[in-house]
Structure formats: structure tokens, C-alpha cells
């Protein structure tokens, strides 16, 4: 069986009417039409299995897929979240800097990384991380983008919990009246007024990156390595 496409076109040849017929073997343009076409059922497949928001737009930036997950995270529905609709989703606060961002990527031709957050329509926001790449035609140039969208609320929550967590523990260590470091592996990081009162410094940056072996009699060196080692761990503090 080949594949062909017929063209016809009536005549008049001599006083008789008449048609020719033109038939165009159309074999490859089948086979990667084909190919095209399992290609992106593949990558649909795929998409909708992933445990990530996938989306992908066309040159300009305007989107023209995107996947369950994906609307899952935004809250929003396929028609929502196509053509310019994605930035709805954007939280005010962000909206002009992804925006730009975006925009910026699409001119220059390059894939972009952005940490912002989305708003769900019930008001709840969500930390993600964008990431795109470009797609290019066979002439190389840009004619799209795919990308992912990962929710890293927990994440984004976690570390700022944590980050509190260390402001406040630093806080306290440096009201401290007693002396305290700081250190990795022997060398000093961190240290409060009254350790630089008791070794006489008039700024911690005179301490900082130095061994707190230099500070210690050769006589308890031993004493002081086996008190660290009893920590286990690389850094601590005393």
C-alpha cells in the first residue's frame, strides 16, 4: 500500500472535457507525521504520569500545555491556565519580577530558574520552583519552551523555620555573659562579645577563621581534641 495524495483539475482538451489527475507519493511525510504524532502522545504520557507540573509554550511565551499536576498545584483549570492565564496564578508580590523574567528568557533565547509563589483561588500560597529550556526548529531557531513546576512549599517553610531557629539561637548566644564559639573543624566561625573580652580582641574578626588551638596551652591540647572528638561531629560549640 502506498500512500498518496490526489490533486484533479478539470479541462476542456479539443471540445471534450477532460481531467487530469495528479497523485503525490506522500510516504515519508506519512512516516513523520506519524512519528510526530506518537512522539507527542509519548511525551503527554509521560507528562501526565510525572510527579511535577509540566507545561510548554509557544516563541512568545503564552503556554499551550500544560499538565494535571500542574493545575493541580495552581488550582486552576486547563482553559485558566493557557495562553497569558499562567501569570494569574502568580502571586501579586511576584508577578512583575517573573513576569520580566520570563520575558527576558524569551528574548535572549534561554531556559530560566525562578523561586516565587503561586496563589490558589481559596488564597492558599504555594513556594515553587520554575525551571524552562528551549526548543528549537530545525533551522535552530527558538520556537518554544518546556518546563517544570516544582511545589517546594514544605521545603521553603523548613528552611525559613530553621533559619528562624538559628537567628534566635544566635541571638541568645551572643547575650550570653559567658564565652562562646563557634567552630569547623578547630577553626572559629562565630564567637559573642564576652569570648573577645576574655581573649582580649576588640572585634570578633580578629578571632574569626583563626584555631582555637592558638588560643589553648600546648599543655591541653590533647585534653581539648578529645573533648571535641567526644562530640562527634566537625563543628560545635563551646
Not at 498545584?73 to 493557557?82: E, N, P, S, V, Y
Not at 519552551?145 to 516544582?150: A, F, Q
Request: aromatic share 6%; net charge negative; with cysteine.
Amino acid at each position: 500500500i502506498l500512500p498518496v495524495e490526489v490533486f484533479a483539475h478539470d479541462l476542456n482538451y479539443n471540445g471534450i472535457p477532460a481531467r487530469i489527475v495528479l497523485a503525490m507519493d506522500v510516504t515519508e511525510q506519512t512516516r513523520a507525521s506519524s512519528a510526530l504524532q506518537l512522539s507527542e502522545a509519548r511525551f503527554r504520557a509521560l507528562s501526565e504520569s510525572a510527579p511535577v507540573g509540566i507545561f510548554e509554550c509557544d516563541a512568545t511565551g503564552k503556554a499551550t500545555y500544560r499538565n494535571g499536576v500542574l493545575l493541580a498545584i495552581c488550582g486552576r483549570t486547563r482553559d485558566q491556565m493557557l495562553g497569558a492565564g499562567w501569570t494569574e496564578a502568580i502571586h501579586p508580590e511576584d508577578r512583575a519580577a517573573v513576569v520580566a523574567e520570563v520575558n527576558r528568557g524569551t528574548v535572549e533565547g534561554r531556559g530560566i530558574s525562578h523561586r516565587h509563589r503561586l496563589v490558589r483561588p481559596d488564597g492558599a500560597v504555594r513556594w515553587v520552583q520554575l525551571l524552562t529550556s528551549p526548543q528549537h526548529d530545525p533551522e535552530g531557531k527558538v520556537c518554544g519552551y518546556v518546563g517544570t513546576i516544582e511545589d517546594i512549599t514544605h521545603q521553603h517553610l523548613a528552611g525559613a523555620a530553621l533559619a528562624e531557629s538559628e537567628e534566635r539561637y544566635r541571638q541568645l548566644l551572643m547575650l550570653s555573659p559567658d564565652g562562646q564559639y563557634g567552630h569547623v573543624d578547630g577553626r572559629i566561625i562565630l564567637v559573642n562579645p564576652a569570648f573577645c573580652q576574655q581573649l582580649g580582641a576588640t572585634r570578633p574578626e580578629e578571632l574569626i577563621g583563626t584555631s582555637i588551638y592558638d588560643f589553648v596551652h600546648p599543655d591541653h591540647h590533647a585534653s581539648v581534641r578529645s573533648r571535641q572528638g567526644d562530640r562527634n561531629a566537625p563543628g560545635g560549640l563551646a
